[in-house]
């Protein structure tokens, strides 16, 4: 990662407002969002399917009552479902409080991130939950993690055994809808972009419905 004034820097250096900002390796999607917020028109692609769903999901999010329209859709949609067991490792039965991980399955199989936007920005705010300081912060629905990041799962399971640590029970259509409001504490960018998930080599076929064509 990188920070915004990076981006900043080269996007004021290099272009001017109403140009077209492509970044074949997007990542989470730094370039493309600091390039619309200048009023620069931006797409990205990424082969990495975590990447291009959190940066499509800043890069064209849904309006805040869309998103918590659905978030309310979702809860009902589980409340009617029948009970999911958990996969039986014992990475999930310390990692998530069983109550939990069924609504993270749940969600995992319900939202069509790929193809509508409003399942996208939810499935990216979720990732985003998933691990965390979960003993400083509500809005994470894992057990604590040693640090800010997540852990590798055998590592965890140590971390957690030798501390006693139990899984937080939360109520993850709860933390999504705080989660939602507190992204949309400040105002989106003033323009769309647009994310592929795929390979940059294949860019031709992507610019075809895009913002612009990419030579």
């Not at 998530?96 to 993270?104: A, C, I, K, R, S």
């Not at 991130?113 to 894992?142: C, N, V």
Request: with cysteine.
């Amino acid at each position: 990662m990188f920070p915004e004034g990076f981006v900043e820097r080269h996007v004021l250096a290099h272009t001017k407002p109403g140009d077209v900002v492509f970044d074949p390796f997007c990542g989470r999607g730094t370039t493309v969002f600091q390039s619309l917020l200048m009023n620069r028109r931006s797409a990205g692609v990424d082969i990495n399917p975590v990447a291009a769903c959190i940066a499509g999901a800043k890069s064209e999010p849904p309006t805040l009552i869309e998103a918590l329209q659905r978030i309310d859709d979702l809860e009902r949609g589980f409340s009617r479902r029948r009970v999911k067991r958990p996969p039986p490792t014992e990475f999930f039965e310390f990692c998530f409080h069983e109550n939990t991980l069924q609504q993270v399955l749940f969600l995992r199989e319900a939202l069509a991130w790929r193809t509508d936007i409003i399942d996208r920005f939810i499935a990216a705010i979720t990732l985003g939950a998933l691990h965390g300081e979960s003993h400083k912060s509500g809005r994470y629905l894992s057990n604590r993690m040693p640090r800010t990041i997540s852990t590798k799962p055998d590592y965890s399971m140590r971390w957690w055994k030798e501390r006693g640590l139990e899984p937080p029970d939360r109520d993850a259509f709860a933390v999504l809808r705080n989660l939602a409001k507190f992204r949309y504490r400040m105002e989106p960018a003033p323009l769309s972009g647009s994310i592929k998930l795929g390979d940059v080599r294949k860019t031709r076929s992507y610019s075809r419905n895009s913002l612009a064509k990419f030579d």
